[in-house]
């Protein structure tokens, strides 16, 4: 045993540093008062600022279905524009041309109902703006978002003890 107290450890703060309370956790996603986790990437709360929500791009496909289909019928206007052929249509094959005409647009509607943009939640960290998490899930996109808000929102108001707990409760005087 050494007097010298070199072999000591350093005195401990007397206000022990509590572990940050854990406010969202599934399988590649943390979300903690101190830290925002997601896959292999993580950030410091603290160093989030400015944080907005969007939609992805759309689904690429639907996007390049709804492109060639627009062209083809745009060639085809063109096409018969030219050629006079638009003069000698019946008003059957207008109505026709103009239901073929909304096809492009019932492929949007179609492709963003079936694969749906996914949500994006963004801010900026030490001044860069950085894609923090996507999912197609809304629920859990939105569940992830709060928590990062409550955590936010924690580190604003200066922490997370609980104010009721240093309170002594009310005793009428006897």
């Given at each position: 045993?050494?007097i010298?107290?070199?072999a000591?450890h350093?005195p ?10 854990l ?8 979300v903690?008062?101190?830290?925002f986790?997601?896959g ?9 600022t400015?944080?907005?929500t969007?939609?992805g ?5 639907a ?5 060639v ?5 745009g060639a085809?206007?063109v ?5 006079g052929?638009?003069e ?13 005409g ?10 963003d109902r079936w ?8 801010g ?10 996507s ?5 859990q ?8 808000r409550?955590?936010?929102e924690g580190?604003r108001?200066g922490g ?14 006897r």
């Amino acid at each position: 045993m050494q007097i010298d107290g070199s072999a000591t450890h350093p005195p401990r703060s007397p206000k022990a540093t509590a572990a940050p309370n854990l406010l969202y956790a599934r399988p590649g996603i943390v979300v903690t008062t101190e830290r925002f986790t997601v896959g292999h990437r993580s950030w410091p709360v603290a160093e989030l600022t400015q944080l907005w929500t969007t939609r992805g791009p759309h689904d690429r496909l639907a996007v390049r279905a709804v492109a060639v289909t627009a062209a083809t019928i745009g060639a085809v206007g063109v096409l018969l524009g030219f050629t006079g052929g638009l003069e000698r249509l019946t008003a059957g094959a207008y109505l026709a041309l103009g239901a073929v005409g909304l096809l492009p647009v019932l492929l949007v509607l179609a492709g963003d109902r079936w694969r749906p943009p996914a949500y994006e939640l963004w801010g900026r960290h030490r001044g860069v703006e950085v894609l923090l998490f996507s999912s197609d899930d809304e629920r859990q996109f939105g569940q992830v978002t709060r928590a990062l808000r409550r955590a936010r929102e924690g580190l604003r108001h200066g922490g997370w003890e609980d104010p009721l707990a240093g309170a002594t409760p009310w005793r009428p005087h006897r």
